[in-house]
């Protein structure tokens, strides 16, 4: 294109980063491509180390790289500053405690030629590295296997799920997406511009080398539920909003997986929230979860059993179909969970022994639909109904249990009546 | 005033603890239900927290207290269910909101073998509910049922889909894909009862229903009656088929889906024996039917008539207009001359 001076903008927010900015700046100088065809935009958000001594370095011996410093306002902003000095004809992202493989730049961007008018966004590998040692691969990958253009209507495409900015985008000038201010950017940033087609692209070469080992990072420090409840339950609701019928199967799987980290770092719930706040987060969580498909949550490559039940029962549509043989768990029209029998755990603490029942069955159940026996007599237990008792959010605590006396556990059958239809426990 | 909003019909009960489970599965909600259990035994003892829901209809013919449930409905909705359904927590208020005031039809689990599969495929249609014993799963307006000639002909499961399929004559459905109940009976279609009654419901169909519901009808007619062919059953077949020969695509649309030869079911023979027919009773002055001049028209035409036959037909219709008109001059002399061009078989 003879309109760009520049083949690619590299975009780096800076911000103390001393010492990790020359390996970035390496990883760049190493390309296959040539340097100079490379706009290399170091933005510095008012760092306090030396970080921008470092960086003038490289803007002072190279034509090609630009140090831009400007007062702290957060990594959106300044991205939306080099957005506005960009030059090349695509954009790529780059956080300054990262890396590129040498290959990337050269392979994302002849693959995006080739692609050039099918879509707006090219994606290519993302590793987390803690302490220079890869972890296991997104599941992502499970879907993006080869280069190439895939479809978001498809729901087979639901888990790409593309939320960092492993990313190139075509410089749009003018009509360039900017960043938003607040947290979850990088999301919502790809979300607006592939729902614009609906397409995301895909190149196999190349890899973006994503370091953990800083735990500066902001990823690390600010995903506490009191700083980040309201703004990503606004972002995704704003999103679900903005499709009046059924919101397409690649921004449920975006929300859900938003969803189902946090759960599963305890960083879910607002816990900071109390009385009728607490009743109107969770009520804002169903109601962003009942917009979703059951095969989002049921298929997600790396949710837990135990949670992938406890979502569903907070979506709703699931129902306990209990046959003489067996228990089973359907959700539109499928079995999700089949059992014989249930299993009782037990943790003896002198004199008594508390019994769990943890199947998740039973999130699944109320407590008028549940009778426990010990030797064919009705038992007291607990089991705490979140529709009652929504204050508990726990899944773990969502089970029924009781306490026996432990010298009476030796001769104590028990079973338990679902719907009326009564099981065995082991 | 009726505050009640559904009222669910059991057409029996064998088992307590599946009583037991499709009561606790149905009393979920904020709903006000009732549930007419149709007991012949006079042994159903309702003995759960659920009793004062209920209500035992007893006859000694089971049609009869069938019908007598249906008439004593107090319902806005009514639902056929099976002891045999679980719904999932909350399959009723859906369905009501879907119906709109009207009827809805929602898709449901089928268990077996502890496995579950939708009992019919996502985006099913009029085309498909036909198709399976599953009944349990419309619930319709009760207006409709009492403003209508509406009434079961039998109690066995080809009678409730006849009844539905004869609700749809006179009311559109909604059709709601979700999976909102579940069934883990064992299926089949029975017909012994309702099998006598199939002419005449194809007649009404025939005369006054839209296609869905005479797909629904005729789909359920052979879903039920194909895997036990007989000679007899053979006979109906030819009787429904008949009645609907003038309904190409209907006639096609069979073919496709059933397989079944429907030119062989109403060919010249049949439509020379009614000719037969009718020309015998006009000898014993009982005119019933006359004969279809369209279709005799297009047989004449593709073929399968020759001179001959077009003429007995000419003649045969015009004695039936001759004969239906007032006595005098007219009408003997009509009916000498048409008898004329009917020739030999018809003798006056």
Same mark, same amino acid.
Request: no cysteine; aromatic share 0%; net charge negative.
């Given at each position: 294109m003879a309109d760009f001076k520049y083949l690619v903008s590299v975009v780096i927010p800076v911000y103390n980063v001393e010492k990790y900015i020359d390996l970035c700046m390496q990883s760049l100088l190493n390309q296959t491509i040539e340097f100079d065809k490379m706009q290399i935009l170091l933005i510095n958000?008012? /760092?306090?180390?030396s970080s921008e001594e470092l960086c003038r370095v490289y803007a002072e011996k190279y034509d090609n790289v630009f140090l831009y410093t400007k007062v702290n306002e957060g990594a959106s902003q300044a991205r939306n500053f080099a957005l506005d000095r960009a030059e090349g004809k695509y954009i790529f992202y780059l956080d300054s405690d990262d890396t590129v493989k040498p290959e990337t730049i050269e392979s994302v961007c002849s693959f995006f030629d080739s692609v050039y008018d099918e879509v707006d966004l090219v994606t290519y590998r993302i590793v987390q590295y803690y302490n220079e040692k890869p972890t296991i691969v997104h599941y992502r990958y499970m879907t993006l296997l080869k280069t190439g253009v895939y479809d978001l209507n498809d729901p087979k495409n639901r888990f790409i799920t593309q939320t960092h900015m492993n990313v190139c985008v075509k410089?749009?000038?003018?009509?360039n997406v900017k960043f938003d201010t607040i947290k979850h950017e990088d999301e919502k940033y790809c979300c607006e511009i592939l729902r614009r087609k609906m397409k995301i692209g895909f190149c196999d070469k190349g890899e973006y080398v994503y370091n953990r080992s800083n735990i500066n990072s902001v990823v690390s420090t600010q995903f506490s539920p009191e700083h980040i409840f309201e703004t990503s339950m606004k972002l995704y609701e704003d999103l679900f909003d903005s499709f009046p019928g059924k919101v397409p199967a690649y921004f449920q799987g975006i929300v859900f997986n938003d969803f189902r980290w946090k759960l599963m770092d305890n960083k879910f719930f607002p816990l900071h929230l109390q009385g009728d706040e607490w009743k109107k987060a969770n009520r804002r969580i169903d109601s962003l979860l009942s917009r979703m498909d059951a095969d989002t949550i049921v298929l997600h490559? /790396?949710?837990s059993i135990e949670h992938m039940h406890y979502w569903l029962k907070r979506r709703g549509g699931c129902t306990v179909v209990n046959t003489p043989r067996e228990i089973m768990v359907c959700c539109e029209g499928k079995n999700i969970l089949s059992l014989r029998s249930l299993k009782l755990s037990k943790k003896v603490k002198e004199n008594v022994t508390e019994c769990v029942l943890a199947s998740p069955v039973f999130y699944h159940l109320k407590k008028r639909n549940v009778v426990i026996k010990r030797n064919g007599e009705p038992i007291d237990f607990s089991f705490i109904d979140t529709h009652t008792d929504p204050e508990h959010c726990d899944p773990k605590e969502l089970y029924p249990k009781f306490i026996v006396d432990t010298d009476v556990l030796s001769n104590s059958v028990f079973t338990v009546e679902i719907n009326s239809v009564s099981y065995k426990i082991n | 005033m009726s505050s009640v909003n559904v009222s669910i019909i059991l057409p029996e009960v064998s088992s307590a603890e599946k009583f037991n489970r499709f009561c606790s599965s149905l009393f979920t909600g904020n709903l006000n239900i009732e549930l007419l259990v149709c007991d012949n035994?006079?042994?159903? &003892?309702?003995? &759960?927290?659920y009793s004062q829901f209920v209500s035992i209809v007893s006859s000694d013919n089971k049609t009869e207290a069938l019908n007598a449930a249906i008439n004593a409905v107090k319902g806005k909705f009514m639902m056929f269910s099976d002891e045999n359904v679980i719904f999932s927590p909350d399959a009723l208020e859906k369905l009501i909101v879907a119906s709109a005031g009207r009827s809805a039809v929602c898709n449901a689990g089928i268990i077996n073998n502890g496995e579950c599969s939708q009992a019919f495929t996502g985006n099913f249609s009029s085309e498909d509910i036909g198709t399976k014993p599953v009944y349990f799963n419309h619930l319709v307006s009760c207006d409709v049922v009492r403003k209508n000639p509406l009434v079961l002909c039998g109690s066995d499961t080809l009678a409730i889909m006849l009844f539905l399929a004869d609700y749809y004559r006179y009311d559109s459905f909604t059709f709601l894909?979700?999976?909102l109940l579940y069934s883990d009976g064992d299926y089949g279609f029975s017909s012994d009862e309702s099998i006598l009654y199939l002419s005449q419901y194809a007649n009404a169909f025939r005369l006054t229903a839209d296609t869905s519901a005479t797909v629904f009808f005729v789909s359920a007619v052979f879903s039920a009656l194909l895997p036990a062919m007989n000679e007899n059953i053979f006979s109906v077949i030819k009787a429904v088929v008949n009645e609907f020969r003038d309904d190409t695509l209907l006639l096609s649309w069979i073919r496709s889906a059933y397989g079944v030869d429907t030119d062989m079911l109403c060919d010249e023979n049949s439509v020379y024996a009614d000719f037969k027919f009718i020309g015998s009773h006009i000898y014993y002055r009982e005119v019933t039917l006359p004969m279809v001049p369209d279709a005799v028209v297009r047989n004449f035409y593709s073929g399968k008539y020759g001179i001959d036959m077009l003429k007995k037909c000419i003649g045969a219709w015009l004695h039936y207009k001759f004969y239906c008109r007032k006595d005098g001059f007219l009408k003997k002399f009509g009916c000498k001359l048409s008898r004329k061009l009917l020739g030999g078989d018809f003798v006056g």
């Open positions: 958000d008012g /760092s306090t180390d410089n749009l000038r003018e009509n490559p /790396s949710v | 035994s006079g042994e159903l &003892n309702v003995n &759960n927290e894909r979700e999976v």
